[in-house]
């Protein structure tokens, strides 16, 4: 073998050693994936558009977009399921798993996401929804979140109980039991929870395409004595 056919042979070799090193940041970080895409979904990472296929990875720092008609779930490493509805911008802030202890933060920038939040025992573990007026914290249940058009957060609890609070007050925060809501303004405490009707949970779900999923004859919550949230 020639000199001048080593030579390229080592050069190509570093060319390739150096590509892959480029590319091993993309890839080590998987937080977790896609598993359905329905429409124009994007996402936003290092300020670059990817549009995503199913199987494909979720970083932390990732901002995940959809259209009028998209919507996308994503299952995160210790199986908390994400379903982020139409017309939405949600970013994977912060997660960290680490044996039995996770952290993970998610923020609704602008939309609707149907959370379920895998459960941890471990007292240090949490698991946050944020949004501009609102912060949801849970060790382990679902919840539905939605931003509507007077930029309020409104929450609803599906199951067990979720802590809720507006960032600018955090140290009073309202317990929202299975079955109810409670609703956000900006600059202001959360309201008092109240009941809501099943039916309408899965009406205003199904306007932002996330209703699939939801069980709601499994809802600890009465149609009789309920409040009206449509």
């Known amino acids: ?15 390739l050693f150096i590509f892959l090193s480029m590319l091993k ?11 359905d895409i ?25 901002l995940v977009m959809t259209g009028y008609y998209g919507r996308t779930k994503l299952i995160l490493i210790d199986s908390s399921l994400l379903t982020i509805g139409n017309n939405s911008k949600v970013e994977i802030t912060d997660f960290l798993l680490d044996m039995n202890l996770r952290k993970g933060i998610i923020l609704i920038k602008a939309g609707a996401l149907h959370t379920k939040a895998e459960k941890f025992l471990e007292m240090n ?29 409104i929450v609803f609890s599906i199951a067990d109980t979720i802590r809720v609070y507006n960032p600018a007050y955090p140290n009073q925060s309202v317990d929202v039991r299975e079955g109810y809501f409670t ?9 008092k929870p109240e009941s809501y009707c099943p039916s ?10 996330a209703e699939e999923g939801l069980n ?10 309920c409040n009206s949230v449509r």
């Open 1 to 15: 073998m020639s000199s001048s056919t080593i030579k390229i042979k080592k050069s190509i070799f570093t060319v």
């Open 25 to 35: 940041p993309v890839f080590a970080n998987s937080i977790g994936k896609f598993t």
């Open 38 to 62: 329905k429409g124009d979904v994007f996402l936003e990472r290092l300020k670059i558009f990817i549009k995503p296929k199913i199987n494909d990875a979720v970083q932390v720092k990732d």
């Open 125 to 153: 573990s949490r698991f946050e929804v944020r949004t501009p007026t609102a912060v949801i914290g849970a060790r382990g249940t679902e919840w539905f979140t939605e931003i509507n058009k007077k930029g309020e957060t």
């Open 183 to 191: 609703v956000i303004e900006r600059g202001k405490l959360p309201k």
């Open 200 to 209: 309408d949970l899965y009406i205003i779900m199904k306007k932002w395409d």
């Open 216 to 225: 709601i004859k499994k809802l600890n919550a009465s149609e009789e004595l």
